[in-house]
């Protein structure tokens, strides 16, 4: 698939791509491989992470082998725009609402009820769905061009460093991944803040990016 880009630098399965102007031939090839079960590398804000189609059980389960991550912990996934969520999760509470409304696109991971037909292995049987909109306007592009939700966790072995530069990546990772779009050195430094509103009050799961005051400060509450 990769073959059929034109004019490219490709070294092996990495492609270059232009972090904020990504070009739309890469963007579709990229989307072609996730919608046939593949897993590439892809830029988010902060570090490189693993892209597969959140609904493909198949290639949820390539992103556990590939991560070594336990089958415990659920992935999130990312998406772009706000009417997929219903194909994600059974309802909005109404607190998610300016969480979204504040933080989206943004560093902000909102843990949902899941809904009964998302993939088993993708929520570890928790029946819990992390979600997120990103800012990254490769992975924005990606969601779209998929027209669905895509897995977003970091492109490494679980318990070792995420990688904010392609060359960086794990030969571990990288040996086993479809493609690698390069965008060049990301941000790096901590990831999204994930904020469960299954739960009243809310609960911070994880501080990232943004801090649980000035998300909780958006909510009017203490």
Known sequence: M???LKNLRITDKV????????RPDIISEAALIIKSGGVISFPTR??????????????????????QRPYNKPLLVLLDKLKD?????????SVATPIMERFWPGEVTIVFEAKDSLPENLTAGTDRIGVRMPEHPVA?????SVKGPITATS???????????VQDLDPLIADKL????????????????????TVDPPKILREGAVSSKVIFAALDRP
């Open 2 to 4: 990769i073959k059929k």
């Open 15 to 22: 492609i270059k791509i232009d972090h904020a102007n990504p």
């Open 46 to 67: 902060h570090l490189y992470g693993l892209g597969a189609d959140a609904f493909n059980a198949g290639a949820v389960d390539r992103v556990f082998k590939i991560k």
């Open 85 to 93: 969520l219903t194909r994600l999760v059974r309802n909005v509470p």
């Open 140 to 144: 924005l592009a990606l969601a779209n």
């Open 155 to 165: 492109a490494n072995i679980t318990g070792h460093g995420g990688c904010s530069r």
């Open 178 to 197: 479809d493609l690698i779009l390069d965008a060049g050195p990301l941000k790096g430094g901590i990831g999204s803040t994930v904020i469960d509103v």
